[in-house]
């Protein structure tokens, strides 16, 4: 820990005995915190008014029993969660995680980092994020109904359209959601925007499955053309093969870049033609196989076992799209050793603060995800806003607006890095910018 503020390294000490045995909840906190030393030597009254005490500390967290009958007649019982964060600038806001990883300490990560995402927007949403440690991969699409249907029995009593309105994430996606709305309307007889990236014949937005992985590619496109750079001709490489993935792939092509390699959870294809990506959309997207497929089709490609190979494929530029810590320090060094100069995060703090130090000390571009993966979010708070009005926009209507907020955030975090003397640091940028809405809102609304 390097705080050189006595505050803050206190309050570090106290969320950590406060929160024992989630190291990503720390790792989370800590690098915001890190960020703040020199906004609150600015700002003071951030300590004394507590505004940083309650930051760090969830709204409300809400747990619970799913339990739900699988296809043999067995019950099985998982656990659900959902953690409202902070709803100072707008109702609570973050998706919902499906994945056998999934317990308090991610999700509380997940909810932090969402608060000050939210924030970039430039949209009035506060920040949570919920989920389960139930895995759809293997189960017929009557246990996720089923599985589905007894999560949503449970949460619909906490969230609403105006109060907090969920969306997807790994494990949830456009299936998920049509059975988790489904659920919701039929318990409260209501039809509202309660849900969002839901399904385009009730209510969801055109453009919204595109959003994350569009707006990692809007947001790169800015940062390398404020460098004098852009996609045009370069190689490029994607972990993951999931809806993140997946967009960021086809807005790099359509930017004029060739992806070489993309993975799942147990390995990674090259294919130095240019990965097909209507290959693996079929197989991800409709299929549900595995990413080594791929090779069936294509013979010419390759595929590796395991998923940290692929961070030693030769790359101009990294974008990982995978999950939380998926580039540790040698894979950083791997990177960086290959020629790499832009790392830009797709996923949600995919980079160890170990490989992020590795990226600055050698001056590749770096985007944090906080900025550079709020695309989703923003195209979500889009959907809200239609479903509130009752009227839809076009797929190019939303696409452009998702251009505009992207370039903007990138715009403010890197003048925000400049004002607090860390001219460069998006890292710091995008915590210092997110953060100073939200706690003006928190000062100007009391001890609440
Ligand atoms: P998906 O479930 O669609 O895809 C996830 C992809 O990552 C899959 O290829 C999956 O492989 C792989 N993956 C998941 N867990 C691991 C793991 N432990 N190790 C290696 N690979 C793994 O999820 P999304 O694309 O929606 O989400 C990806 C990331 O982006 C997450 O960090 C998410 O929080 C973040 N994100 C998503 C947004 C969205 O709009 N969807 C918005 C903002 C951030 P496999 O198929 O083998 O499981």
């Excluded at 960021?248 to 990674?268: F, R, W």
């Excluded at 923003?378 to 696409?399: I, Y």
Aim: hydrophobic letters at 40%.
């Amino acid at each position: 820990m390097n705080f050189k503020n006595v505050y803050l390294a206190d309050l570090m000490e106290k969320v950590k005995k406060r929160n024992p045995g989630e190291p990503e909840f720390h790792q989370a906190v800590e690098e915001v915190l890190e960020s703040l030393e020199p906004v609150i030597e600015k700002h003071p009254e951030y300590i004394e008014k507590g505004v940083i005490d309650s930051i760090v500390e969830p709204e409300r967290i809400i747990k619970f029993r799913v339990p739900w009958v699988d296809d043999n007649g067995k019950v099985q019982v998982n656990r659900g969660f959902r953690i409202q964060f902070n709803s100072a600038i707008g109702p609570y806001k973050g998706g919902l995680r499906f994945h056998p990883s999934v317990y308090e300490g991610i999700i509380k990560f997940l909810g932090f980092e969402q608060i000050f995402k939210n924030s970039l927007t430039g949209l009035p949403i506060g920040g949570g994020k919920g989920g389960s440690d139930f895995d759809p991969k293997g189960k017929s699409d009557m246990e996720v109904m089923r599985f589905c249907q007894s999560f949503m029995t449970e949460l619909s009593k906490h969230i609403g359209a105006d109060t907090d309105v969920p969306a997807g994430d790994i494990g949830v996606g456009g299936r998920e959601i049509g059975y988790l709305f489904g659920q919701y309307k039929r318990l409260r007889n209501e039809y509202t925007g309660v849900l969002t990236g839901k399904g385009i014949p009730f209510g969801g937005s055109l453009a919204r499955t595109e959003a994350t992985g569009f707006g990692l590619c809007y947001f790169t496109d800015a940062m390398l053309k404020d460098n004098g750079s852009s996609f045009a001709g370069k190689t490029v490489v994607i972990s993951g093969s999931g809806n993140v993935a997946i967009y960021a792939n086809q807005k790099a092509t359509e930017l004029g870049a060739k992806v070489v390699a993309m993975s799942d959870s147990n390995g990674y294809i090259y294919d130095k033609n240019g990965v097909d990506l209507a290959c693996v959309k079929q197989l991800k997207e409709v299929e549900r196989k595995r990413i080594k497929e791929y090779v069936v089709t294509h013979p010419e490609a390759e595929y590796h076992e395991g998923c940290s190979g692929i961070w030693g494929v030769k790359c101009d530029i990294a974008l990982p799209c995978a999950t939380q810590n998926e580039i540790d320090e040698a894979s950083a060094e791997k990177l960086v050793k290959n020629g790499c100069k832009v790392v830009a995060e797709g996923a949600n703090m995919p980079s160890t603060p170990e490989a992020i130090h590795v990226f600055q000390k050698n001056g590749l571009l770096f985007a944090p995800a906080k900025a550079a993966n709020a695309g989703g979010v923003a195209t979500s708070a889009l959907e809200m806003s239609q479903n509130s009005m009752r009227l839809s926009w076009s797929f190019e209507e939303v696409d452009a607006k998702l251009h505009d907020i992207m370039v903007n955030i990138y715009h403010n975090a890197a003048a925000a890095a400049e004002e607090y003397g860390m001219k460069g640091n998006l890292v710091a940028g995008a915590n210092i910018a997110g953060f100073l809405k939200v706690a003006n809102a928190m000062l100007a609304q009391g001890v609440v």
